[in-house]
């Protein structure tokens, strides 16, 4: 699959993803807070999460969808503060950020990838 | 058919001096059962028993057969996965067993692993697992296939066992991973190989089997394993180390000194050659290439040679 194919499809994708909702928001350690809710989606393709690294608010939910035909999951550094099931192809995991600070990720299958959300007020 | 037994391969000078190093190679007395494929007594202290002549032996290698895939890689790897198996009873020496060595499933589903399991039962012969990181998708993150290949083993899953004078060390590198690493062995199994090779002779030949390649193939594609010096450290004295690895789903050899290093081809899907595709992920080939690029491989222990010969097979 060429490159330009392979971002139309994912522009496709994305648009159909906004679209709808997403079909499991789970395991968010507390309620969304009580003002509007940002939602952001992480794209796993070819074995990279994009973007890498996002800077969010607090109270921010992220989405990960994995577009990959191989499983990947999404494991905070340390191991506790979120971690996904395993995502098969078109699956996806969502986690609320509600405290500020930097949270390192990666997935437990192919460590190698990592990525990165910033949560800052503001 | 790829031939690259360790005697007589012109384009790797390597091999010379891999052979040259080499003592004979009685090897220690031992005792195992199999049952089940699950190895149920350990190996005699090698100090105590008598030495034994390791004799003529053929065993196999599988690999990646992630039974459950379904994608246009290949819309079914079971099928394949018993087409491998259908290879094996038809070579032409039986294999005294089979090594696999991981990504048994897709998912880690107990159908997936129950499917496995009744293909390469077919084979008839002992089966001797590790787990692929594929293997560790259950919530237990590995418990399911502890659960059902783990007995006797250590840790992750760890073990060893003789077979006719050669040692054969089930390393287990795709759990608990670092983020921005690659494959881990981890302290406690690294102490664990230590002492599992201490007293051997260095006239025993030695085969470690794990799923990622314990030397670093493609590092950006985590093909690799960062804490595999140490255990090559401990294997370095021995006069004939063989490493089978799966994991990349293609073939590679490297020899680095006395120790020869391959990786299987899968029964499943190919993958790229590192770096020269947009990642790791399963490689769709037309139909027709498909099964010239999956395979088998069979090992041959020779008596009074010094190698172990290994050839690979296409499912072509």
């Known amino acids: 699959m060429s490159h330009s194919f392979k971002a139309r499809v994912l522009a496709l994708a994305l648009a159909g993803g906004l679209a709808a909702p997403v079909p499991f928001v789970a395991l968010a350690a507390r309620a969304a807070p009580a003002q509007a809710a940002a939602t952001v989606t992480v794209r796993i393709d070819n074995f990279v999460f994009g973007p890498a690294a996002i800077t969010v608010a607090p109270g921010t939910t992220v989405t990960w969808v994995n577009q990959d035909d191989i499983p990947h999951n999404i494991v905070a550094d340390d191991k506790q503060t979120f971690r996904s099931k395993v995502l098969d192809t ?3 995991y969502s986690f609320t950020f509600t405290k500020p600070g930097e949270y390192g990720y990666f997935c437990g299958l192919h460590p190698h990838m990592t990525g990165k959300v910033i949560v800052k007020a503001g | 058919m790829d031939q690259h037994d ?11 001096g891999f052979l040259k190093c080499m003592g004979g190679w009685a090897g220690a007395g031992a005792l195992y059962s199999v049952s089940g494929g699950v190895l149920s007594s350990v190996a005699l202290d090698a100090a105590s028993a008598a030495p034994a002549k390791a004799s003529s032996f053929t065993f196999l290698q599988v690999s990646d057969s992630h039974v459950g895939f379904n994608k246009p890689a290949n819309p079914d790897a079971a099928a394949t996965y018993k087409e491998a198996v259908s290879k094996i009873m038809m070579l032409p020496k039986k294999p005294d067993f089979i090594l696999h060595t991981g990504d048994i499933t897709q998912l880690s589903k107990d159908q997936e692993f ?13 089966v001797f697992h590790v787990p692929g990181e594929h293997d560790m998708l259950d919530e237990g993150q590995g418990k399911a296939y502890l659960d059902r290949f783990g007995k006797g083993t250590k840790g992750a899953g760890w073990y060893s066992f003789d077979h006719k004078g050669v040692h054969f060390v089930a390393l287990i590198n795709v759990a608990n991973l670092k983020p921005g690493g690659m494959g881990s062995l981890g302290s406690d199994q690294l102490e664990w190989l230590e002492r599992d090779l201490a007293h051997r002779p260095a006239s025993q030949p030695i085969v470690v089997f794990a799923h990622i390649p314990l030397w670093t193939v493609y590092a950006d594609w985590g093909w690799g394993t960062d804490d595999a010096a140490q255990a090559l450290g401990y294997l370095k004295r021995f006069g004939s180390v063989t490493v089978l690895n799966g994991h990349i789903h293609q073939i ?28 790791p992920g399963p490689m769709k080939v037309p139909t027709e290439q498909l099964h010239s690029m999956l395979g088998i491989t069979t090992a041959s222990v020779v008596r009074g040679q010094h190698d172990i010969a290994l050839v690979d097979d296409t499912l072509a």
């Open chain 1, 90 to 92: 078109d699956e996806s």
């Open chain 2, 6 to 16: 360790h005697s007589g391969s012109k384009n790797d000078p390597g091999r010379r």
């Open chain 2, 252 to 279: 590679t050899r490297k020899v680095e000194g006395n120790i020869a290093f391959h990786t299987a081809r899968s029964t499943a899907f190919p993958q790229p050659v590192g770096g020269q595709g947009p990642s």
């Open chain 2, 114 to 126: 129950d499917d496995a399991e009744q293909i390469i039962k077919a084979a008839g012969v002992a």
